[in-house]
């Protein structure tokens, strides 16, 4: 099994940046892709960003597209979520995952971080 932890959120102004990190431990072989994903309050779980642990190969939403980056570090077995030119409707839990395979759900989540942008 697989567990997470994430860290990194807080308060920020409107343009700041925060760094975001999704710590694995356990099985963490069977790891295919991790996602982060946010909840802000009233509103569906909506997907942040994923990345492919084998390829490195990344995807965003339009909505944080050429603000976010996520990244990962193998020797750590930590995924990153650098968030840059942060606005107000980024206010939201923070939450990663991971999938085994490349088109299955996300099964195994951390208990999320909360971000804040004040305007």
């Known amino acids: 099994q697989v567990q997470l932890v994430e860290s990194g959120g807080g308060l920020v102004q409107a343009g700041g940046s925060l760094r975001l990190s999704c710590a694995a431990s356990?099985?963490?072989?069977?790891?295919?892709?991790v996602g982060w994903f946010r909840q802000a309050p009233g509103k569906e779980r909506e997907s942040v960003a994923r990345i492919y642990r084998t390829s490195g190969f990344t995807y965003y939403e339009d909505s944080v597209k050429g603000r976010f980056t996520i990244s990962m570090d193998k020797a750590k077995n930590t995924v990153y979520l650098q968030m840059n030119s942060l606005k107000p409707e980024d206010t939201a839990v923070y939450s990663c995952a991971t999938a085994p395979n490349i088109a299955g759900p996300f099964d195994i989540w951390g208990q999320g971080t909360q971000v804040t942008v004040s305007s």
């Open positions: 356990g099985r963490t072989d069977g790891i295919y892709r």
